[in-house]
């Protein structure tokens, strides 16, 4: 009798546990929306001194930083307003939305990054699911456009950076992945092939090309576009060092391949995403609130920064994967975790940050820039596990 009271206790304390873990979505919502209502006040009020800054990026020393439109982070804010309308259907986040997508637009036009996929597909991808204008759609066309033309045949891949030529010849980081959703989609709209034949070329390219035997990812690979295409150099220009694994580099590769995997059904896609996602799961590194660290391999650890956009992104990608691969469970159980530790010990306090939803990300730790800030495209990606995490 008295061993199977002490089972229901122990089941009961592993249940109260699993609950524990599971992000009460609704108040968290409300909890960003009420940020998110600041931030637009001081977006606002900054747009009235300098109007060419349309979109806030972080807090830099204490201060609000907004950026121009051309900044790769421009789209991730008015994308957050679209998440905003998906999850209340409020006309007020409707005409929130439109008003700040509105100020992205003319990057659609911009070949001088490979960007394109944040800057405009977020805001005008969001914004054309939940309102179908054809006006959205077109400018998504015509930024696959513009990103196709910086696709070289010889290498196979998409270039990244156009700066710091003194240090590689033609870069490609593995951020580049999250672009191929804009190519993926601008074939669907136009029936062109082209755009998504560049986004399965890159893509290969970068499995051959970007990763370590353990499904870790370099940050940059630097490609010789003049003979045969081959790689010159495996490096880094945000992680600790070459051979490190640099958190956000991670979480975008198992983003951009899952991503991938929705868009071709390539199997070799889904077994990519798979080990990424074995990877990051099987950090013996990360604490157990499932927030990485900036990099997993800075020799200061535990004493350094962690990254809660990695976290985000990360969060979002495994809810989708979760949808296809045979170890969704362990993929589930993970998001919901990273999201509870997001939601209940990484937000901002309330109405501190100038309106930013979470804290503790890390933008550039090797230029000691945006050191445990708060980050838009944190608040993006934990918006999106936010939605996802209640499919
Ligand atoms: N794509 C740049 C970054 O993740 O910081």
């Not at 950090?283 to 809660?308: L, Q």
């Not at 997001?342 to 306090?349: A, Q, R």
């Not at 999106?384 to 209640?390: C, F, I, N, V």
């Amino acid at each position: 009798m008295k061993l199977k009271i002490q089972i229901i206790l122990l089941f009961s304390l592993i249940i109260s546990t699993v609950n524990a873990q599971k992000t009460n979505v609704k108040k968290a919502f409300e909890s960003a929306a009420i940020q998110t209502e600041i931030l637009i006040k001081n977006v606002d009020s900054s747009r009235k001194v300098k109007p060419n800054l349309v979109s806030p990026r972080t807090v830099e020393k204490g201060q609000f930083k907004m950026v121009v439109s051309r900044d790769w982070t421009s789209g991730f804010f008015p994308a957050e307003l679209w998440y905003f309308y998906q999850y209340t259907k409020d006309k007020k986040w409707l005409n929130l939305a439109k008003k700040y997508t509105e100020d992205i637009k003319k990057e659609q036009f911009n070949r001088g990054t490979h960007d394109l996929g944040f800057m405009i597909y977020c805001p005008f991808g969001n914004g054309y699911k939940l309102t179908k204008d054809t006006a959205y759609r077109a400018v998504i066309i015509q930024a696959a456009k513009s990103l196709s033309t910086r696709f070289n045949k010889t290498a196979g891949v998409i270039k990244s950076w156009d700066h710091n030529g003194d240090k590689w010849k033609y870069p490609v980081i593995i951020d580049n992945m999250m672009n191929l959703e804009l190519l993926f989609e601008a074939t669907k709209f136009t029936g062109d092939s082209s755009f998504y034949k560049i986004a399965v070329t890159h893509a290969d390219n970068t499995i051959k090309n970007h990763f370590r035997p353990d499904f870790s990812s370099y940050h940059v690979i630097d490609y010789d576009t003049t003979t045969n295409g081959h790689v010159l150099q495996k490096l880094t220009a945000q992680g600790y060092a070459n051979e490190s694994a640099w958190a956000r580099g991670q979480a975008w590769a198992l983003y951009g391949y899952t991503m991938c995997f929705r868009a071709t059904k390539s199997k070799a896609y889904l077994a990519q995403a798979d080990g990424i996602a074995n990877f990051i799961l099987s950090s013996k590194i990360t604490p157990a609130d499932g927030i990485p660290y900036w990099d997993y391999n800075d020799p200061k650890i535990p004493h350094v920064s962690r990254d809660a956009s990695a976290a985000a992104i990360t969060a979002s990608a495994l809810y989708e994967l979760a949808g296809y691969s045979k170890d969704s469970k362990r993929y589930k159980t993970a998001a919901d975790k990273i999201l509870y530790s997001l939601s209940t010990k990484y937000v901002s306090n309330p109405g501190k940050n100038y309106g930013f939803i979470l804290d503790h990300s890390t933008g550039h730790r090797p230029a000691n820039s945006e050191v445990d800030v708060p980050i838009n495209y944190a608040d993006y990606y934990y918006l999106e596990a936010l939605l996802r995490s209640k499919k």
